[in-house]
């Protein structure tokens, strides 16, 4: 094999030109450079087809990736809604945060700039390890915050040694700010910085200075204030730096809020409030409209947007008399002596008295072994309807209770607004609580007479709020099924208002209300009322209520019976809370009011008289007929 | 006898003030033509290294203008050298780059986890680079010693493998895969051009396999962690596999026609990875489209087939050898470059020649093209003629 190879090739070699025998490799290596050759057009030729491949039949596919590596989209905070009253007065607006920032990029000493800093706005060890770690963790252009909410005069001295500042640069902000702070911190509420839930909902709210409402109407019409993110694209490089703007959207503003209320007369009934832990509801009971809400005391809301101290929120937390908490909404108590109309109500409708049926009141009434006493000691004697109205004769209402049964009076007292959702937009809305014996059972408990008998005088587990309470006294001021609201107008009108026609008949009989509400006429106005103190003095306008005087802890038998009881002398904690309800003008109801005095004592003495200035003040400045804000009221003026 | 001492008669030519008409004749014996093709390409290379710099001179293509200037003229200085000069040169050039990465390996500075290079005379040197053309001449003058007819004795080969081992081991030390394959790829290109017989061949070839499954598992990690991403890019976009996407990107976009000059995003974006080295072909073909990519695949191209025809056109051994060994390695630089970049095999620090950025390379390759002009020039030497006679 090798010997005839050999000799092959030798033949071969002899036919070759004379100089290719000289050299007898060069043969083959013409031959194999000729194949390294045409390996070498080859594989470049695959390259090349490779190339054609990427470049041209997937072009299309890769262009796209580079267009996503280049552009970053990033959005604009929208500028907050405002909010404002009904006569257009700002209630809550944005105002301009001038906040101190540090690009480090920009210096090459960034500890020695925020030490300058602090040297000039003094910061605390709080925000120094926050600056610290934000340093490290973003990236060099991207600005960390210093300090927020600066002054005029931190800024001019920074302006001053901005030289000895490299990389410290001022910027503007908006934050919120409630021209009114405490007066209508419950009903509007507060915004916060979002937190990290809120933030994987929605990019929106990993903007810078984005805030969301925490509660009052910025919560609950948190969408609408918002508005819509705007959003600018950018050319970025591959490590995010913004290179130039490609296309810019303005976002949408939230939107402008008008509310129902009046701040003027808001800030008139808190003077006349002053410092009692108490709430007041003034209702249009015609329309709903909510004129105003006041639940005191309160708190700066201020304080939310930049962060609450640690001393401060043990100040709020542990004050007895819950100044965070919203009274009119989320505070519940036993209704007492305002809920007789309610019982009456349920009772006539039902069928199962007429106004004129009487009932005999020795004091006291006996169920089983148990006795209930009425409040008055000797008792009423025969008392009628509008008597036991009157005198708020506990005894009829007991007898009363028992014959229309739990069922019918909680189902009465819910379309009356008690113990049930109302419409109206604010956030932490307790129900109240009217009972019946399903709800006890469910309870794993027994339903006992006497649970009925204490029902008819609001006390046992019958639990409304202040709102509820304005609600009830204008559905029976109105006969209707009015749904207290605080939105007026979005974005607009503000004089358009809801027609009293809108809302649906209660069904209840003309004839039982007006027995009802002559009831509550008598309780102001004529003799023996247990509420002569809040007769008005306006001339020509009368008022009607009712006087409620709500226990909070049972009275021992022992106590009663001692003769020494008197409820003043006990614990703060411990006292009754003192309640009213009423609606004026009485020939045409306009104007429904409601005031719980917590642990004011009994109804009649705190809650009346306060009632009948709330009403006074309401009528004089009479909101409702006026286009703009009426002048100084009577309260203002002495 | 004239030609065993140029520099001597130079020299004396020099001090009569009298021009050296053979110089000149010899200079105009240069291929041209070859010359305009590099300085074509070059002139790509500065147009790309522009745009890499964001339509600046400066960092990149004013300095790599310089040093190809630089260059040129070493390239046509080589060429007038004779090639038993050259001969001569070869075992000192080969023992020096052997020296040189031993010494990398000692003292090298380390860059991207591999220790390649060295400080000389105040510049950054790759030993690696020089060991290339070093063993192109010393294996051209060695197989041009052993007669074709002697080829097939396997005993004459174990000197020129070890040649081409040592340096391959030590720069595969250091570690730089990419560079040792191509080492071993001119050893292997030149033992087959001398004349290797084919049964020796199929008899080296049998047990690679094995010897590929021992080199894989003796790999380093991120050399591992290379040909992972190869394989599945997309598994580790921001990591390992980012350099291969982004590179894709940046040649999809590009389309047929290109995004323009100084309108590449991927480039002027900085998402390309050393867009001024290894990856300055994506910035080409991504500015100026395929139609700009595949113009710089021909051209290198013919680079490469005009150095073979040198080869082929040569009248004796060793300048055979030696044009054939510096084609293969210009030709295999571009090979691993454009197939890198195009995501073809896993990433490894190969520039593009003549066209990247960079000091060692472009003098590597310039060096080479002397060599490869002097092996024209003198192609109808009849050089090593004696040694086949003896034979």
Redesign the interface.
Known sequence: MKFRGRKKREKLNRLLPAREQKDPGKGVFTRRALLLMAVQTAALGELSRRLYDLQVNSGDHFARLADKNRTSKRLLAPPRGLIADRFGTILAANKTNWRALLLSEETTDVEGSVERFSQLVPLDEHDRSRIAREIRHKRKFIPVVLREFLSWDDMARIELNSPSLPGVLIDVGTTRSYPFGELLAHTIGYVAPPNEQDVAKSALFALPGMRIGRAGIEQSQDAMLRGQAGSVEMEVNSVGRVMKELDRQDGTPGDELALTLDVGLQQTIQNRIGDLAASSVVMDCRNGEVLAMCSTPSFDPSLFDSGVSRSQWIEWTSDQRTPLIDKTVSGVYPPGSTFKPAVAMAALNAGVISPADRFFCPGHFDLGGARFHCWAKHGHGSVDLHLALKYSCDVYFYEVAMKVGMDRLAASAHDLGLGTELGIELPHQRLGLIPTPEWRRKHKHHWNGGDTVVSGIGQGFVQVTPLQLATYTSRIATGRKVEPHLVRAVNGDIGAQVDPQHWPELGMDDRYLRAVREGMFAVVNESHGTAPKARLTIPGVEMAGKTGSAQVRRVSRALRESGHFNSATLPWEFRPHALFICFAPYDSPRYAVSVVIEHGNAGADAAAPLARDIMTDTLLRDPVNHKSAPGQTVADAE | MDSRMPMRRFRKRLLRAEPNFRTLSKLWQVSWLYILLICTLAGIGYIALYSAGGGSARPFAGPQAARFGFGLILTLTVAMLPPKFLVRLAWPLYLVSLALLVVVLQMGHVGKGAERWVMIGGTQVQPSEYAKVALVLMLATWFSRI???K?GNPLRLIIPALMVLVPVGLVLKEPNLGTAVIIGGIGA?LF????MRLWQIVLLLLPVPFLLKIAYAHLHDYQRARITTFLHPESDPLGAGYNII?S?????????WGQGYLHG??GQ???LPEKQTDFIFTTI?EEW??AG??LV?GL??LL??GG?VM??RS?N?FG??LA?GIS?NF?LY??VN??MV?G?IPVGGVPLPLVSYGGSALINVMLGFGLLMSVWVHRNSRFG?ED??EA
Request: aromatic share 10%.
């Open positions: 007669p074709y007819s080829m290109s087959f051009a001398a004349g982004q894709k990107i940046a040649l999809g976009s590009g389309g047929m995003t991927q974006l900085n998402f073909a489209g395929y990519g595949t695949i290198l191209l490469i087939l073979m080869a082929i009248r051994r055979r050898l054939l293969v030709f571009c090979l454009l197939s195009m073809a003629e086949e006679e």
